[in-house]
């Protein structure tokens, strides 16, 4: 049962160039989302999260984007940096009051090559 | 910054042996969540836990597994009688209440390696 799929395994980017991941969602029930980002030996580390009623929201060098009609959303990193190298994991949550389950991806390794 | 901290951070134990992983959420957390991720797999929820009872468990979650808040400040993950695939890294998150994913998300420790032998 893969409510949410990460389809990209890994991917390799030039430094200074934009990092896109992508990821998809079944459950129409979900209403926040999160990107992880995660080094070995190390627990999940929060990067950015948007609200179902969004479509985008910006930190610094990170966006994500929310496409809901299409159960879509994407991190962009922009200009990408050696240290971004990292296992991106998408996760989503329904949240009922209090209790903030999430469903992770299976992951993206991104390398980011000098 | 405030940190989850896990320990130990490798335990080995033989098959069939009972196992306890222990995490200490920061300290104003209310929510906690124990999650899993066995080797190349995805990160998987087993469960929630808020005002000293469950709020909800996975299917992972069978009657092997057990959590506690034993003394107010530690939050404990019981397995009973491990088994081969029981192997897996165990990460504990707090949060500090509900609706919190907005803005921070919640917080992971850096996880507990299980190896089961």
């Known amino acids: 049962d893969q409510q949410v799929k990460q389809n990209s395994p890994s991917l390799s980017v030039q430094e200074g160039r934009i990092s896109i991941l992508n990821c998809d969602y079944t459950?129409?029930?979900?209403?926040?989302f999160l990107w992880y980002k995660k080094y070995p030996a190390e627990g999940p580390t929060f990067l950015i999260s948007?609200?179902?009623?969004?479509d985008k929201n910006e930190d610094g060098r990170f966006t994500v984007f929310l496409n809901k009609s299409a159960k879509h959303l994407s991190l962009h990193i922009v200009p990408s940096q050696p240290g971004d190298s990292a296992v991106y994991f998408c996760a989503a949550s329904a949240t009922n009051f209090g209790n903030e389950k999430l469903t992770f991806g299976t992951g993206t390794r991104l390398t980011i090559i000098p | 910054e405030p940190e989850v901290t896990q320990t130990p951070s490798h335990q080995v134990t033989q098959m069939g042996q009972e196992v306890i992983l222990r995490c200490v959420p920061i300290?104003?957390?209310?929510?906690f969540y124990w999650y899993r991720q066995i080797l190349g797999q995805k990160v998987e929820f087993l469960v929630s836990f808020y005002n000293n009872e469950i709020s909800e468990k996975s299917e992972i979650f069978d009657d092997q597994f057990s959590v506690e808040r034993p003394d107010g400040s530690n939050f404990t993950l019981k397995i009973r009688s491990t088994k081969l695939e029981d192997s897996a890294m165990y990460f504990c998150?707090?949060?500090?209440?509900?609706?919190?994913?907005?803005?921070?998300?919640?917080?992971f420790g850096s996880g507990t390696r299980l190896t089961v032998v």
């Open positions: 948007i609200s179902s009623i969004k």
């Open positions: 300290s104003n957390h209310l929510y």
């Open positions: 459950n129409s029930m979900f209403d926040y």
């Open positions: 998150a707090s949060s500090v209440l509900g609706q919190s994913l907005a803005n921070y998300g919640y917080t």
